[in-house]
């Protein structure tokens, strides 16, 4: 049997006509830049976010460049971050001239630690820090209750990179109460991106940058158009960063399906689970499954008492179902050589990249480190069938019993 990592081609058979037909609608009207789809479009996932507005961007590195920008970051500033992401996060701090400084990360959740972050923050004499630059790596948001605490007392902005999280749902505890918060939607901003392998994504790039904030969003809108206000009057540099009217039609095809997803994928993730435990790989600690901490039936999960129904249940939109594993290389390679897709996100931490030069890699960040070397992700689209989990899960202890 072959299972692949991810397989677009099974949506197809029932959007193939919607998608078709938005694509064609916007070849008809020959609005090629900006116009009614993209309107349209951000006015959707706002809505589905429950922000007031959504801006819609070339891509997810674009929309979290434009939102550093829209702070202002530059030469001489730090943004406080993951060292455990995908490049893009700590990439568009560096092409403005900052730096980017690092927290280590909770090793259960892989997130950014609340706990090393107030450690760092609290030895930022200078201020040198300028911004918080959380990641909800994989589809489960960071602790964002902690981080909203600590961007208050040091008074920063804090942009979420939601670009794996779009829908997931985090008790946000502002210390009065607690509420069900999308991510992207606790702090100033969050950051989508529409890459074809994330929950929502596009037949090419794209982005979108959410905000309750009016005037945030007008700066975004201004900075992606060139800096321009109004029209070939340039207040600012900015540059060309809009979403294309394509991707927007066929985005908000997709959106009508984004909840069904979530709920295919975490019903996989529950199959996994099951499968795995049932294993003994488990038991025999050759693997460790990733962990829902939100999840409300967990025995230390929050409550859902008094929220609106539905609520919290996308507490894990599984972009990815990361484990780890011992002898992880060789497990990558038996499980390509039986056919069964698999990628390790990410092989290195960011403080590890060749391209920050020595500086930075002489600091060690020993969890980031440890889930660079231990991880694994194996398929978990929608789409994917009970059989190829059960081969999936079977080839896997044959790896360890063999
Ligand atoms: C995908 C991704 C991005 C970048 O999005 P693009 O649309 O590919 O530019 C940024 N951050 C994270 C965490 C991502 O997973």
């Known amino acids: 049997m072959k299972v692949p990592?991810?397989?677009?081609k099974q949506q197809l058979s029932y959007l193939r006509h919607d998608m078709l037909e938005a694509v064609t609608r916007v070849i008809d009207s020959m609005i090629c830049i900006q116009g009614p789809e993209v309107a349209g479009f951000e006015q959707d996932l706002a809505a589905y976010c429950g922000v007031d507005y959504g801006v819609g961007v070339s891509s997810g590195t674009d929309a979290l460049l434009v939102s550093m920008m829209a702070l202002g970051i530059g030469p001489g500033d730090q943004v406080l971050t993951t060292p455990y992401s995908f490049f893009a996060t700590m990439?568009?701090?560096?092409?403005?001239?900052?730096?980017?400084?690092?927290?280590?990360i909770d090793p259960v959740t892989f997130n950014i630690d609340p706990r090393v972050m107030e450690e760092v923050l609290a030895g930022d004499?200078?201020?040198?820090?300028?911004?918080i630059l959380p990641v909800h790596l994989y589809g489960q948001c960071a602790d964002m209750s902690a981080i909203m605490k600590l961007a208050g007392q040091y008074n920063l902005p804090v942009v979420e990179d939601a670009a794996q999280a779009i829908g997931a749902e985090y008790p946000l505890d502002d210390g009065v109460k607690v509420t069900w918060s999308k991510a992207g939607t606790m702090g100033l901003a969050g950051c989508f991106s529409f890459f074809p392998?994330?929950?929502l994504g596009g037949i090419g790039d794209g982005g979108m940058v959410v905000t309750q904030n009016a005037v945030f969003a007008d700066k975004i809108r201004i900075l992606l158009n060139h800096g321009?206000?109004?029209k070939y009057y340039h207040g600012e540099v900015g540059g060309n960063f809009r979403l294309d009217p394509i991707q927007a039609a066929v985005l908000a095809v997709k959106l009508k399906f984004l909840?069904?997803?979530h709920q295919a994928r975490r019903e996989n993730a529950d199959r996994y689970q099951a499968l795995f435990v049932e294993s003994g790989l488990v038991r025999d600690k050759l693997l460790v499954l990733p962990h829902a901490v939100y999840r409300a039936d967990n025995e230390a999960g929050p409550s859902r008492n008094g929220e609106q129904k539905g609520a919290g249940a996308n507490y894990h939109i599984y972009n990815q179902y990361v484990l780890r594993v011992k002898n992880r290389d060789a497990l990558v390679a038996w499980l390509r050589s039986q056919d069964i897709g698999c990628e390790i996100y990410y092989p290195l931490a960011l403080h590890q990249q060749k391209c920050l030069g020595p500086n930075l890699s002489v600091v060690?960040?020993?969890e980031a480190e440890r889930a660079a070397a231990e991880t694994i992700a194996l398929p978990i689209f929608p789409e994917l069938s009970a059989d190829m989990q059960a081969y999936v899960v079977e080839k896997i202890a044959e790896f360890y019993r063999q």
């Open 259 to 261: 909840e069904q997803w």
């Open 5 to 8: 990592l991810l397989d677009l």
């Open 125 to 131: 004499h200078e201020r040198k820090i300028k911004a």
């Open 91 to 104: 990439g568009v701090v560096l092409r403005l001239g900052a730096t980017p400084v690092f927290a280590d």
């Open 197 to 199: 392998s994330k929950n």
């Open 364 to 366: 060690s960040f020993p």
């Open 228 to 230: 321009a206000s109004p």
